[in-house]
């Protein structure tokens, strides 16, 4: 159990355009869901945390009008990256916090984003 | 806020030694502690994690070391095998009104066969 889905997998867009990433979590329930973002060879960090029903909670300096998050079920958070620039060229991942399991987060494979 | 440093940044042991990384964290209140292995182009996978109300757990070659005073976890992996060659990422997590995990920077390990 514990598989996180995202989709789509690589996506390559001009500037300027905006690009929806869904991220699913396929056989369990997640009240709360993160939005990552990874460059090469560095770590994660964290975007944004996405909880059901409600805003989602945005870490300093992320816009929250540039990175539009919904998380509009238990299995399903959306990442929507707005008027796209090449600086947003970036390895994008989710992950999902499952209910009955404080804490623990699945990943997602992530969405490789290039904007020319 | 919360901020997790990790060392070392690359470790490149030879096939069957053991290898040993090392966290540390700033805010007391983290309670919940996994460890991630990344391979190139792949999502996080979680191999193993530590809660705060226990100093040690294990699980076959690899094993988790939390020290709640000094605020100190380790990774232990044992007979090292080519596979395990991977960046590594600890983490520490913390509930304030909602969960919010902190990753340490990564650990590039090479295993050499």
């Known amino acids: 159990g514990a598989v996180v889905s995202q989709h789509p997998s690589r996506v390559i867009c001009k500037s300027g355009t905006s690009v929806k990433i869904e991220c699913r979590s396929l056989?369990?329930?997640?009240?709360?869901m993160f939005w990552y973002r990874q460059f090469p060879k560095q770590s994660l960090m964290l975007m944004a945390t996405s909880n059901e029903g409600s805003k989602a909670t945005y870490e300093q300096g992320v816009e929250k009008d540039k990175f539009l998050i919904n998380h509009a079920s238990l299995t399903l958070s959306t990442l929507t990256v707005t008027s796209a620039h090449p600086e947003d060229s970036s390895f994008y991942i989710c992950?999902?916090?499952?209910?009955?399991?404080?804490?623990?987060?699945?990943f997602g494979p992530g969405t490789r984003l290039t904007v020319t | 806020g919360e901020n997790v440093e990790q060392h070392p940044s690359t470790l490149s042991v030879q096939e069957g030694d053991s290898a040993v990384i090392k966290c540390t964290y700033s805010?007391?209140?983290?309670?919940?502690f996994p460890w991630y292995k990344q391979e190139l182009g792949k999502r996080p996978q979680l191999i193993i994690d530590i809660r705060s109300n226990v100093g040690e757990k294990k699980d076959q070659r690899i094993a988790v070391t939390l020290n709640k005073t000094a605020k100190h976890f380790s990774l232990h992996i044992t007979e090292t095998q080519p596979e395990d060659s991977a960046v590594y990422f600890c983490a520490a997590s913390i509930n304030t009104g909602g969960f919010k995990t902190i990753f340490g920077a990564g650990t590039r390990l090479f295993v050499k066969a």
């Open positions: 056989d369990f329930q997640a009240t709360t």
């Open positions: 992950s999902a916090m499952r209910r009955d399991r404080s804490n623990e987060q699945y």
């Open positions: 805010d007391s209140a983290s309670n919940y």
